[in-house]
């Protein structure tokens, strides 16, 4: 089990989800993966299971019909867990958070554990986010190692 | 025999965005499909009549992130032309300068997440790196990676000077040989072919009937690209669609792989004969009236209808995007495919779902 908790932190799996938002941020998402900024030599992998995934990364805003989809993902992700919101949207709404569909911020749906702004954000910040989840995780393991 | 009905989206490892389809299946074989969209939905054109008309450039500009150059030029086109404005001529060649580049990035994007989506990874990878630089051209003259904010109604926002234009010369001839190393191997490589020929066929005929448009309809045979039309310097840059007749995933790829070499051949064109002068002109009053504006987008035909009525705020705002158009088509080439065949019959309509659902 100790292996598993060290091991976790070096190879974290990533898990991406566009909670209604205008798609801008998500290619920036997958421009992280791609060799220019590459977060694979953090470990990281995306993947497309929720089962498998340690973080998950969050865009947009969050209407009402995606925020079902984002807690079943949420509550499918085993523990530990990190919750990162990329972009304004997803921190607060941003130039959406007065639109009738919206609800404002991933937090009004699930805990989120790193805030990473800019419309569109940018990759360096997301790369930064992920790192910052990945010190979140960290934490989070010890905590459930003692428990 | 037994059918299963299996949900295809919204969350899909080869969906960038969410797209759900309720596929019915009798072996491998997909039987029947209904569509479910909504998870993207947020309610921009109703948002847009609260806002004063020259903020909404920045809000439309977030109706999709990837060609939220065109979204911005389309919406400044039509309170332009409500207001009687005549926009200098540097500012027409600079637009057709961004909206090519917009499209340019737009295709490799796409070119990329297709080679993903039948697992030749290495060719994503490459087709993104090629797309970094055109990025990072946008940034240098733009000032950011994706949303520009570049156009504004009555030219555009930033000027280019004479060092950024040699710079952007100097990127896109450099783009143009990257490509002609990479784009071989999405044309011949075998696997390619195994995975794209033939799959989601549609005829010229059923393309019409159902509406299809952009690359989409190109490739089935109809020269139908809204840049005929000539709009900002179109019609003095000279433009000519390129066709194909296949109608299958492979002639789809192929259009696009045609339409980056033109999209790179046309902005260079237009920094090549970029006239001398101002790039805005002032706004002054409101818009009143109504509108209809169309625009050839990555995707295909982009309509906004603007309503003013003599205020700062619009009376009606409707967007109708290129995907919206694509899905009719999609549901028709769909049944009678097998099921592995589904993520990349999905993928050649370049799905935006963040612009058909606004």
């Given at each position: 089990m100790e292996l598993i908790n060290k091991s976790r932190v070096k190879s974290p799996w990533l898990l991406h989800y566009d909670?209604?938002?205008?798609?801008g941020c998500d290619i920036e998402v997958l421009a992280c993966l791609t060799p220019i900024y590459d977060v694979e030599r953090f470990g990281i992998i995306n993947t497309g299971n929720p089962k498998h995934a340690d973080i998950l990364l969050i865009t947009g805003g969050v209407n009402k019909k995606a925020a079902r989809v984002v807690k079943n993902l949420y509550e499918q992700m085993p523990e530990p867990k990190v919750v990162v919101a990329v972009g304004v949207c997803a921190c607060?709404?941003?130039?959406?958070?007065?639109?009738?569909n919206i609800l404002g911020g991933i937090d009004r749906v699930i805990p989120v554990d790193v805030y990473v702004p800019g419309c569109a954000a940018r990759p360096e910040a997301i790369i930064d986010g992920v790192v910052r989840a990945l010190q979140v995780l960290a934490a989070k393991t010890d905590k459930e190692a003692v428990v | 025999m037994g059918r299963i009905t299996a949900p295809f989206g919204p969350q899909h490892p080869v969906l960038p965005e969410p797209l759900h389809l309720n596929i019915t299946y009798e072996d491998e074989k997909v039987v029947g499909l209904s569509p479910a969209i909504?998870?993207?939905?947020?309610?921009l054109e109703k948002t847009a009549e609260k806002k004063e008309y020259p903020e909404n450039v920045f809000l439309v500009e977030r109706v999709c992130g990837i060609c939220s150059f065109m979204h911005a030029m389309t919406y400044c086109m039509g309170i332009e032309e409500l207001m009687g404005i005549e926009i200098p001529p540097r500012a027409q060649y600079l637009r057709v300068f961004y909206s090519e580049i917009s499209r340019l990035h737009s295709h490799l994007l796409w070119l990329g997440l297709f080679a993903d989506a039948f697992g030749f990874e290495n060719l994503f990878m490459q087709y993104w790196a090629a797309r970094e630089k055109i990025l990072d051209l946008m940034e240098l003259t733009g000032g950011q990676r994706v949303i520009l904010s570049s156009c504004a109604i009555g030219g555009i926002r930033r000027d280019l000077n004479a060092e950024q234009i040699d710079t952007a010369q100097g990127v896109l001839m450099q783009t143009e040989e990257e490509l002609k190393r990479i784009n071989p191997v999405m044309l011949n490589a075998y696997t390619v072919k195994q995975r794209?020929?033939?799959?989601?066929m549609l005829s010229r005929e059923d393309a019409l009937l159902y509406g299809a448009v952009g690359p989409m309809l190109r490739a089935s045979g109809v020269a139908q690209d809204l840049r005929q039309t000539g709009y900002a310097a179109y019609r003095e840059l000279g433009f000519a669609p390129v066709v194909e007749t296949d109608g299958d995933s492979y002639a789809r790829a192929l259009v696009r792989v045609r339409e980056t070499c033109q999209s790179i051949e046309l902005a260079r064109k237009a920094l090549e004969r970029l006239p001398e002068g101002e790039a805005a002109v002032k706004v002054k009053g409101n818009p009143d009236g109504e509108t209809m504006q169309r625009v050839e987008q990555p995707r295909g035909e982009l309509l906004y209808y603007i309503k003013g009525n003599g205020s700062k705020n619009l009376e009606r705002l409707r967007i109708r995007t290129p995907t919206f158009a694509n899905i009719p088509s999609l549901l028709k080439m769909?049944?009678?495919?097998e099921m592995a065949d589904v993520p990349v019959i999905v993928l050649s309509i370049d799905p935006c779902i963040s612009c058909t659902e606004r």
């Open positions: 909670g209604s938002s205008c798609n607060s709404g941003g130039v959406f958070h007065d639109c009738y | 909504g998870y993207v939905h947020r309610g794209t020929v033939g799959k989601g769909l049944p009678g495919c």
